[in-house]
């Protein structure tokens, strides 16, 4: 899997002519992927940010310091946010494949070559002295503090910038309808965390006071804590709570998280993906400055990362063609996985179909427990489909491997037992994750509404035949695998699975035939 560092970049100035300079100067650097590009004018802030390899995201970087250089002057800056410097801040995170300790490794390039090519005195990020000390005090806490990089010398059109890392960043900002004083109060309170950076930002709108914050670590500090410890001391002050904005783009996860903070806090039934963002925008109130559009927000559905594999975005057509057509993949491996996710859509589709239906009200409580298993094993086995191929694929490159020595076959031996295991693993998976259902399929068949008896067959039986053909493909692979210890043990597995599967679909029909 390839390595990836996600970038943010804060500018100190929104000139449309800058915006779209900085932007080039992103997008024109191979590999560099921009993900979201926002101006706030009220701030006179420009944030951008985007994806790219340990080294095109340094130097995609270091393209856009180059243009800020070239025409920000902080001489002339009047924003409210009192930055440090023409480029404010550059954060580097983890976004794939990557550890903290690379990312700092990533933060140490970037800094060094910023400080080399420009000339210019670079900070750490979260932890200098320099950062609150304000503009015009900034010639002195230059002199009193040293640069991790670059000279010791205060350059007025420039300031500093400050280069750092976090585990996910984040900047999110909460409106108030109350003054700058009342707002300090709060920002004291969400002050106290170590994954939080809050500050009070006076807006032209004489009514509305914000609460700017980056969070630091999405995994600990999640949009719901924020906000609501907010609300909790507004509510103190007599303070209204109007809305909330991302600034910049944001990570799925941590809108998912939030959203099933309050799902689990409100006691309300949401599994599904897009139920929960437009759920968590509208208690976060997230329109309120703008509208909130996931497609461009949401950084993996601006990058399309980690969605769908080529077999499960292509269109029915389409996957029935490339089956029938005379290539080995998609072959028996990835229909065994489709037919049984149809079986348990099916399935799916009648819990739904039984929910909030008066006429079985009583069956509600137990559906509301059957329909999230069965919704989180689809997303879990639909990959499948995609990797079943691909395992048979890296199969066949082993293959072909060359063999000039001892060393060579060895070698080549090694690859296709690794392949072949994996060929076998997809199958097992996909055994493994049906059988995982039949409790609550089991569950569901107790009380469900009658008129989908079919549908509901139809999903027990497709359940039945996918594990049926997942088990075949697992036991023809098996014949090749040469450690017999492990052909044992995979084989007394999947006959075991196929054996519960067999049980629990006849007693299932036989119970729906009565």
């Known amino acids: 899997m390839e390595r990836l560092a996600y970038c943010v970049i804060i500018v100190s100035d929104t000139r ?13 650097t191979d590999s560099c992927i921009l993900v979201h590009v926002h101006a706030d004018k009220g701030a006179d802030r420009m944030v951008a940010s985007f994806v790219g390899s340990p080294e095109t995201v340094v130097e995609g970087a270091l393209n856009a310091a180059v243009v800020v250089q070239r025409t920000v002057d902080m001489r002339y800056h009047k924003g409210p946010l009192n930055p440090v410097g023409a480029l404010h801040a550059v954060v580097f995170t983890p976004f794939s494949n990557l550890g903290p300790q690379q990312c700092e490794e990533i933060a140490n390039t970037f800094s060094h070559n910023l400080a080399d090519l420009l000339e210019v005195p670079v900070y750490q990020f979260n932890c200098s002295p320099v950062e609150d000390m304000g503009y015009d005090n900034l010639p002195l806490a230059i002199q009193n503090h040293e640069p991790i990089f670059g000279p010791k010398d205060f350059n007025p059109s420039w300031g500093t ?48 006071t914000v609460i700017g914050c980056e969070i630091l670590d999405c995994s600990t500090c999640g949009l719901h804590d924020v906000m609501d410890t907010i609300k909790l001391h507004a509510t103190e ?16 996860q941590a809108l998912i998280k939030s959203a099933d903070f309050y799902i689990e806090k409100e006691h309300v039934f949401l599994i599904k993906e897009q139920q929960k963002l437009r759920f968590i925008i509208d208690r976060l109130g997230l329109n309120s400055v703008s509208e909130f559009k996931p497609e461009s927000k949401v950084i993996e559905y601006v990058l399309g990362v980690n969605r769908h594999g080529p077999l ?47 006429k079985h009200e009583v069956s509600d409580t137990s559906v509301t427990s059957v329909l999230p298993a069965l919704h989180k094993t689809i997303e879990q086995m639909m990959p499948l489909i995609d990797a079943d191929a691909m395992a048979f694929n890296n199969y066949l490159l082993a293959q072909k491997m060359t063999t000039v020595n001892d060393e060579d076959k060895m070698r080549k031996e090694e690859a296709l037992e690794e392949a072949l295991l994996t060929i076998i693993h997809v199958p097992m998976k996909v055994m493994e994750l049906g059988a ?14 009658p008129s989908l008896k079919s549908d509901f067959q139809v999903a027990i039986k497709c359940l039945e035949t996918g594990i049926w053909s997942a088990y075949k493909n697992v036991m023809i692979n098996l014949d090749d695998v040469k450690n017999a210890e492990t052909k044992q043990e995979i084989a007394a597995k999947a006959r075991k699975l196929l054996e519960d599967t067999e049980n629990m679909a006849s007693r299932l029909l036989a119970l729906l035939e009565k």
């Open 312 to 358: 499960q975005s292509s269109t029915l057509q389409q996957f029935v063609e490339s089956v029938g057509s005379r290539t080995s993949t998609p072959g028996g491996g990835s229909v065994a996985g489709l037919v049984s996710v149809l079986g348990l859509a099916l399935g799916q589709m009648t819990g739904w179909m039984t929910w909030g239906n008066k």
């Open 16 to 28: 449309q002519e800058l915006v779209e300079t900085v932007t080039e100067a992103i997008c024109h």
């Open 436 to 449: 995982s259902c039949w409790p609550d399929l089991e569950n569901l068949s107790a009380n469900f509404n």
């Open 237 to 252: 002050l007599n303070v209204a709570v109007v809305g909330s904005h991302v600034v910049g783009s944001i990570p799925l």
């Open 161 to 208: 910038t400050l280069v750092g890392t976090s585990r996910s960043y984040l900047m999110f900002n909460v409106n108030l309808m109350g003054t700058r004083d009342q707002a300090n109060k709060i920002c004291k309170h969400l002050s106290e965390r170590t994954d939080l950076r809050a500050r009070t930002v006076l807006l032209d709108d004489a009514e509305t």
